[in-house]
């Protein structure tokens, strides 16, 4: 395959993510708008490294690492919060901040 076969692929896929990452953010939307907002504890390690899992796909095109640093905060903890809502508001900053990244390359850390 040649260098620009190659460029042209990745051009693709990263079209691809960002088809994909749209469509979800109107199921979650829909989903949103057809329940009502549901809080719920969780466990606040395991909401995050979730948040990092779904970023770590939509950045690998842009060779961004990903990162959730979870400083000063028990490893046991919980929060309450509306799940669903939640992870849609970072999903759709971490998104962005790796589709706005002026080059390939760098790191993303959820603080």
């Not at 749209?22 to 979730?50: I, P």
Request: aromatic residues 6%; proline residues 1%; charged residues 30%.
């Amino acid at each position: 395959m040649s260098s620009e076969q190659k460029e042209h692929l990745e051009v693709v896929q990263y079209c691809s993510n960002a088809l994909k990452l749209l469509v979800e953010n109107v199921l979650v939307q829909e989903r949103m708008q057809m329940s009502k907002k549901e809080t719920q504890e969780v466990s606040t390690e395991t909401f995050f490294k979730e948040i990092e899992e779904m970023l770590v796909g939509f950045s690998f095109e842009k060779k961004v690492k990903v990162e959730v640093v979870l400083e000063n905060i028990p490893s046991n903890s919980k929060m309450i919060v509306d799940g669903a809502a939640l992870t849609q508001v970072l999903r759709n900053l971490g998104a962005n901040a790796v589709k706005y990244s002026k080059q390939r390359g760098g790191e993303l850390k959820l603080k």
